[in-house]
Nanobody, 128 residues
Framework: QVQLVESGGGLVQDGGSLRLACAAS????????MAWFRQAPGKEREFVAA????????YYADAVKGRFTISRDNAKNTVYLQIDSLKPEDTAVYYC?????????????????????WGQGTQVTVSS
């Protein structure tokens, strides 16, 4: 099993920045890819960004390209999400996810069903 714990959320002003972190524990060697998803009030959870084991492949939702940066430190079993130029519409609970399977990652990285492990989420609120 893999346990994921997110941190770094908070209340920020429009245009501000945050750095989210997700620490993994347990069978971390089984993790191939990690990702961030978010769920805004009244909306379905959506894909934000994903990164492969070595960090050489990263993917982003169109809505966050150029503002969000995903990275990972395998020595610390931690994945990060640097969020810049925050907008009120970025307000959501941000979830970290991990998957063991490498199969078709380049084509299904956004699909929640491929991620077996999930954190509890961290709230990000952007005030206008």
């Amino acid at each position: 099993q893999v346990q994921l714990v997110e941190s770094g959320g908070g209340l920020v002003q429009d245009g501000g920045s945050l750095r989210l972190a997700c620490a993994a524990s347990g069978r971390t060697l089984s993790i191939y890819a990690m990702a961030w998803f978010r769920q805004a009030p009244g909306k379905e959870r959506e894909f934000v960004a994903a990164i492969s084991r070595g960090g050489d492949n990263t993917y982003y939702a169109d809505a966050v390209k150029g503002r969000f940066t995903i990275s990972r430190d395998n020595a610390k079993n931690t994945v990060y999400l640097q969020i810049d130029s925050l907008k009120p519409e970025d307000t959501a609970v941000y979830y970290c996810a991990a998957r063991a399977t490498q199969s078709f990652f380049s084509s299904n990285y956004y699909y929640q069903g491929t991620y077996a492990y999930w954190g509890q989420g961290t709230q990000v609120t952007v005030s206008s």
